[in-house]
């Protein structure tokens, strides 16, 4: 009898140290609280560069998940934001209903005119799909620019605020901030860790070799696609309940978009952490360059070449790199098993 053993061919790669999952919950829920909190202890200027900046961070996590984890990219994400933006103006005015409503529809409304742009633009690939978003946004700027009887066309609507206390609007601002800020991060958490970003990442990767194996890939694009418009619907409305005004040229704006692919690219493509690094950069970037007005964009944009060139994985790929840690845990591993081939031989 000849018994010989064999073990699967693994690639040596260092597996991440991952923070415990209970250290992790207890962290995210002090953070949470601490955020939550918020308007027991901290200013009314403070409170509006908080929602400004868990605007940025959620818009940034769902570029991230379209274009970081289900490899769809698109300059045309300002569409969702202008969309939701107006629905809040025209719940919140012309039908008088509450604000909670504005951002419902808000999100209703992007992801259903979703559905009939993704039967264009899925007929794309590349380049031409990221042209394509981009389209359809100027298609949407154009629109509500020529109506003017009801959307006031190019000179923009402003919020009528008459019957809320300042106070008392910042406090639900600041409020929904959080939960759309924390909850846009904690939707991309959880999706990476379902069956359904194990497909993204597949599709992403290698998009024939994952529906070889079965995986619906025009489905699940279509499903990330319409979340993803959704939910930045959702954070537009944020945006201009915080500003109170809104015009096409601004709501429409290709420059959300650039922002968006800014704090993604310095942060991590395709990481849960790259986004939460690259807003608190661009935040204080931006701050510290408000001055310089077009010099600022310039800057911003050697940044970013900068970074693509000498760190294409991102700062956070960089540390990540450097200290082999994840923070949301939410890569999978291969574990090697080993295995015993008898054989019988007279």
């Given at each position: 009898?000849?018994?010989?053993?064999?073990?699967?061919?693994?690639?040596?790669?260092?597996?991440?140290?991952?923070?415990?999952?209970?250290?992790?919950?207890?962290?995210?829920?002090?953070?949470?609280?601490?955020?939550?909190?918020?308007?027991?202890?901290?200013g009314a200027g403070l409170m509006r560069s908080a929602v400004d900046f868990l605007s940025l961070l959620a818009l940034a996590q769902?570029?991230?998940?379209?274009?970081?984890?289900?490899?769809?990219?698109?300059?045309?994400?300002?569409?969702?934001?202008?969309?939701?933006?107006?629905?809040?103006?025209?719940?919140?005015?012309?039908?008088?209903?509450?604000?909670?409503?504005?951002?419902?529809?808000?999100?209703?409304?992007?992801?259903?005119?979703?559905?009939?742009?993704?039967?264009?633009?899925?007929?794309?690939?590349?380049?031409?799909?990221?042209?394509?978003?981009?389209?359809?946004?100027?298609?949407?700027?154009?629109?509500?620019?020529?109506?003017?009887?009801?959307?006031?066309?190019?000179?923009?609507?402003?919020?009528?605020?008459?019957?809320?206390?300042?106070?008392?609007?910042?406090?639900?601002?600041?409020?929904?901030?959080?939960?759309?800020?924390?909850?846009?991060?904690?939707?991309?958490?959880?999706?990476?860790?379902?069956?359904?970003?194990?497909?993204?990442?597949?599709?992403?990767?290698?998009?024939?070799?994952?529906?070889?194996?079965?995986?619906?890939?025009?489905?699940?694009?279509?499903?990330?696609?319409?979340?993803?418009?959704?939910?930045?619907?959702?954070?537009?409305?944020?945006?201009?309940?915080?500003?109170?005004?809104?015009?096409?040229?601004?709501?429409?704006?290709?420059?959300?978009?650039?922002?968006?692919?800014?704090?993604?690219?310095?942060?991590?493509?395709?990481?849960?952490?790259?986004?939460?690094?690259?807003?608190?950069?661009?935040?204080?970037?931006?701050?510290?360059?408000?001055?310089?007005?077009?010099?600022?964009?310039?800057?911003?944009?050697?940044?970013?070449?900068?970074?693509?060139?000498?760190?294409?994985?991102?700062?956070?790929?960089?540390?990540?790199?450097?200290?082999?840690?994840?923070?949301?845990?939410?890569?999978?591993?291969?574990?090697?098993?080993?295995?015993?081939?008898?054989?019988?031989s007279e």
């Open positions: 009898m000849l018994k010989s053993k064999t073990r699967p061919i693994v690639a040596n790669i260092p597996k991440l140290r991952r923070i415990p999952e209970r250290w992790f919950a207890i962290i995210s829920g002090i953070i949470s609280v601490v955020l939550l909190s918020g308007p027991l202890w901290a769902m570029w991230n998940l379209l274009a970081g984890y289900a490899g769809m990219l698109s300059i045309g994400q300002q569409a969702w934001i202008g969309l939701g933006g107006y629905s809040l103006f025209v719940v919140a005015d012309d039908l008088q209903l509450p604000l909670i409503f504005g951002f419902v529809l808000a999100g209703i409304v992007a992801a259903v005119l979703a559905l009939p742009t993704s039967w264009l633009l899925f007929r794309l690939r590349g380049g031409y799909f990221a042209v394509g978003t981009w389209v359809i946004a100027e298609v949407f700027r154009l629109l509500v620019t020529n109506n003017v009887d009801w959307l006031r066309g190019g000179y923009g609507r402003t919020l009528n605020v008459a019957d809320f206390d300042p106070d008392t609007r910042g406090l639900v601002t600041y409020l929904l901030a959080v939960v759309i800020g924390i909850g846009a991060t904690g939707l991309v958490f959880w999706l990476m860790r379902s069956r359904l970003g194990l497909g993204l990442t597949a599709i992403r990767d290698a998009e024939v070799a994952a529906g070889s194996l079965g995986i619906n890939t025009n489905r699940m694009k279509l499903l990330v696609y319409v979340l993803c418009a959704g939910a930045t619907g959702v954070v537009g409305a944020l945006i201009y309940l915080n500003q109170l005004r809104i015009t096409p040229d601004a709501a429409f704006s290709s420059q959300w978009t650039a922002f968006m692919i800014f704090i993604v690219v310095i942060g991590g493509l395709g990481t849960i952490e790259g986004p939460i690094v690259g807003t608190i950069i661009f935040y204080f970037l931006r701050e510290g360059l408000a001055d310089l007005s077009e010099w600022a964009l310039i800057i911003l944009g050697a940044i970013a070449v900068i970074t693509m060139l000498f760190a294409p994985e991102g700062l956070w790929g960089l540390l990540k790199r450097q200290f082999n840690l994840e923070f949301f845990p939410v890569s999978r591993w291969l574990h090697e098993r080993s295995s015993v081939v008898e054989k019988e």
